[in-house]
């Protein structure tokens, strides 16, 4: 009896741990088939161990979402995001978006500075999107005039923002990457830039120990004032980002946000020898910057507003996106359905020649 007994417990013992097995065997397929259904279907999966140099790598080709939630609310510059654009974006072969956010119109003004619930779901809606069309996404606070006007009295703020964001998005894949700030100028430069970089990272670093992080020099990202960029460096999973508008007088003809732009209206890009060897040596001086401080590069931004005439502003994005190729480095167009808009979101269709001009880099 006590035997039958023993025997049908360990019986029973054995079904439970078969059923259990089965279950978990069968939990797993479902995790596991659940991941292939939406799992990218690029490289953009990134492989269990990854240097910083793939990672940038990874972000290969991409598409600012400009003027969409960097403006003062979404819409009020004229774009208002769409799961399509994720789609076209994808479909066009890009491999990243880069989202500009304008956090701190979104964020309390007093102490803990919390950020309001409905446009973080916004943007968390947007970070889903990007990952479910496979593509990367580098999410940035854009547009904090206040740090770049007052930084020391504005650093509490922007960290307990980094703060939030980072806690945020601690569990969301290394296909998302953030980028600390955009374009820093006015008094956020030199060695108050320098001193507030570390303050934020730490913010960053707390919850995401390795993620991939963006950092760019003081002087709005401009190339000639990487070399005053000073990064702790014991942190090797860092970015630094670029941005290149070169000559502005061609890029920014016309703009209305640039004083005295329209005096430049008319001003072509021949994309002779000499106009070439600009580009190349403003790129090439990245390039080597980021060799000798073995900090990959991202160009983040580059692009030619339309006013510009449209053979002119196709030469200088294919020689600008080829040469970054060339180079190594990853990069952004400025930007996808505004002003500089490679595509036209009014006719729901991709103005051709500009989108071959960025494709046209093997
Ligand atoms: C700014 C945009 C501007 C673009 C080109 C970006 O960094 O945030 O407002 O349109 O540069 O000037």
Redesign the pocket.
Known sequence: MALAAASAKAKSDRMRITLLAETLVCMCIAQVSSLVATAPTTSSVPSAIETIESANARLGRGINL??AL?APSEGAWGVTLKADYFQQIRAAGFDTVRL?VRWSAHADLAAPYAIEPTFAARVDWAIDQATAHGLNIVVNV??NAAFDDNPESELVRMTALWDQLAERYQHRPTTVYFELY??PHGKLSGETWNAAVPVLLQAVRRTNPTRPLIIGPDGWNDIGRLAALRLPADDRNLIVTV?Y?SPFQFT?QG?S??KGADQWLGRSWSGDEKALAEVRKELEKAALWGRENQRPIFLG?F?AFSKADAESRERWTRFVATEARRLGLSWAY??FCS??GAYDAKAEAWREPLKEALMAAP
């Open positions: 400009g003027n960097e500009p854009h547009h955009n374009e941005h508008y920014h703009a946000w640039v931004e692009g400025w930007e002003g500089f």
